[in-house]
């Protein structure tokens, strides 16, 4: 079964950067679409990344482009968020989490993968934004 661990997270200043990992165990994360997720006190869970299954192609929030990287690095079974030029609305808990066959949702301003078709999680690591 499938287990993901986050970590990385942490209180950076505004501007900075931090990497979060999402370590897998279980299974290959290739066979795996992952999907970062982020969830601030008092909002709703948002969709911020997502690297399809057995490629390298990847989907970003408006919110996140351009300064978010996601990879994946298939020796050591984990796959990263580079997180560049941090504000402090990035702050929140951020999860990875996984799932097969993960459909698209074309909105007319940005294109993500689905939450409701990841059904593994991780326990989420946080990050804090903040001078």
């Known amino acids: 079964q499938l287990q993901l661990v986050e970590s990385g997270g942490g209180l950076v200043q505004p501007g900075g950067s931090l990497r979060l990992s999402c370590a897998a165990s279980?299974?290959?994360?290739?066979?795996?679409?992952i999907g970062w997720f982020r969830q601030a006190p008092g909002k709703e869970r948002e969709g911020i990344s997502c690297i399809i299954q057995y490629g390298i192609d990847a989907l970003y929030a408006n919110s996140v482009k351009g300064r978010f990287t996601i990879s994946r690095d298939n020796v050591k079974n984990t796959v990263y968020l580079q997180m560049n030029d941090l504000k402090p609305e990035d702050t929140a808990v951020y999860y990875c989490a996984a799932g097969q066959n993960v459909r698209q949702h074309l909105t007319n301003i940005q294109t993500m993968c689905v939450t409701a078709d990841f059904n593994s999680w991780g326990q989420g690591t946080q990050v804090t934004v903040s001078s």
């Open positions: 279980g299974s290959p994360l290739n066979y795996w679409t």
